[in-house]
């Protein structure tokens, strides 16, 4: 028996319209408790204590989303939601599929909200950038949190392709004189951390309003531009941005032709005093390395968000023919260690002060921790000779990263175009070591670096050992 199929078209909060959604999942939120009673098996009793729906969903409709979750106003501390209410209610739209053929007007279905709140959990994903939501439904007094209607029409017609945004860069202190440039972007996500709270009167089993409770923004991204990258923020102490803040900037995709626009960008910004820094350069099985990075937000004043958000800016210049980078060497002073695969961790922790007063967000940021290890895996078995129980970096262990030419083909040693990072103190020591009948003996080798004595030279000042 043939039945109806139906599609998430859009999602319509207020004013505007989200195209290209997808994945949406609705969650009852229903808490019920079952009670058997005495020396009886089976349930007798069910009784539903708390009803409290949401949804989600996604959309690479960046543009349109941000600039009216960025629309509330100083009133709401600059906190991105889009308040849901009378008058400005928010719909998620489901087209009836006929074979290849969308389904006529008064066909659809909609679930619509009349009070709560629309909050952006995070944007990631390459190579679109797609923005992930939530919907938290509440009761107005009247409706169900969420109501279920049919025989709907589509408002506003056929919802059409919607623009595509990509990461194009980020940069530390986007506008200043000086501006530090990361491009090469490879993974991202910013996660927007807007926490919320939900109210339930006594005297009902409805959720009847939402709250912004926090606004704690982060990041996570990883860069093939690596001397860039690390000549910014440094291989292990970290830095914080600088005057104009640490700027994600993507890119809108040109609809009418190959390539991107350069002066359409949108502009997410973490405030000025926000630490950044690098959390893991993995090395081995080929291909340009990037390194990792973490971000945190950190606010001001009460009008001094954390993130900020802008359209209409114009990407920096990237330079089509710039190399990449891969690890070349590994040295305990000018002793070459072979490695099949490794991993430098920085090891530091920053921590964020939580919100002081009314504050919505961290307004302190603080280093707690800082532990640089290197770990890597070698087939030399006679590494194991040499290291012993304990070996002592003496002068320092180095990690090159070799610099490559834009065809692929490594600059030569002596070029003085590459990068070297060295713990000069700590101990290089056996962290395991395995192998089996005819096969190699694998092992891995831990260096760990004691006291602030990590040292990074940047190109055209390093020659590889």
């Avoid at 990263?401 to 020591?429: C, Q, W, Y």
Wanted: charged letters at 15%.
């Amino acid at each position: 028996m043939a039945t109806n199929k139906y599609m998430l078209d859009r999602v319509v909060a207020g004013a505007a319209t989200f195209k290209g959604c997808a994945n949406l999942r609705i969650d009852p939120g229903i808490e019920a408790a079952l009670d058997a009673g005495a020396s009886v098996l089976d349930p007798a009793l069910r009784c539903i204590m708390a009803v409290r729906p949401m949804y989600r969903f996604s959309t690479p409709d960046l543009k349109t989303l941000c600039d009216a979750a960025w629309s509330v106003g100083v009133s709401d501390y600059l906190v991105p939601h889009i308040p849901v209410a009378a008058g400005a209610t928010c719909a998620a739209y489901f087209q009836r599929r006929l074979g290849a053929v969308a389904g006529a007007a008064g066909t659809n279905h909609k679930l619509l909200s009349t009070k709560g709140v629309l909050v952006i959990e995070r944007i990631s994903g390459s190579p679109v950038a797609i923005a992930e939501c939530s919907v938290y439904a509440d009761f107005d007094g009247t409706n169900a949190p969420i109501v279920h209607t049919v025989g709907q029409d589509l408002p506003g017609g056929s919802a059409g392709a919607t623009e595509k945004w990509r990461p194009a860069a980020i940069v530390d202190d986007y506008g200043g004189i000086t501006p530090a440039v990361i491009h090469k972007i490879r993974d991202f996500s910013i996660n927007f951390g807007v926490g919320v709270g939900r109210q339930q009167p006594g005297n009902s089993y409805y959720a009847v309003d939402t709250a912004i409770t926090g606004f704690r923004p982060s990041a996570e991204f990883s860069s093939e531009d690596c001397a860039e990258a690390l000549d910014d923020s440094g291989p292990v102490a970290g830095a914080t941005a600088g005057t104009n803040g640490l700027t994600f900037l993507f890119a809108k995709y040109d609809a009418d032709g190959v390539g991107i626009e350069t002066t359409t960008a949108l502009a997410f910004t973490f405030r000025v005093g926000s630490p950044f820094w690098p959390t893991s350069i993995p090395f081995g099985g080929g291909g340009p390395l990037a390194v990792s990075y973490r971000v945190l937000g950190k606010g001001g004043t009460a009008l001094g968000p954390p993130l900020a958000y802008s359209s209409g800016n114009t990407l920096p210049t990237e330079s089509i023919v710039a190399g990449f980078f891969g690890v070349a060497v590994l040295a305990h002073n000018t002793t070459e260690y072979e490695y099949v695969a490794g991993d430098f961790d920085p090891g530091l922790d920053w921590r964020l002060e939580p919100p002081s007063g009314s504050l919505l967000w961290p307004d302190m940021a603080y280093i707690v921790d800082r532990r640089r290890t290197l770990r890597f895996s070698t087939l030399d078995a006679d590494l194991y000779q040499t290291i012993g129980n304990r070996l002592a970096i003496s002068t320092g262990f180095h990690l090159y990263l070799r610099k490559f030419l834009a065809n692929s083909m490594p600059e030569a040693d002596a070029s003085v175009k590459h990068v070297k990072i060295s713990l000069t103190a700590g101990d290089i020591e056996w962290a395991g070591l395995g192998g089996a009948h005819g096969a190699t003996i694998p092992g891995d080798v831990i260096v760990t670096g004691l006291g602030n004595v990590c040292s990074f030279t940047k190109e055209s000042a390093i020659t590889l050992a």
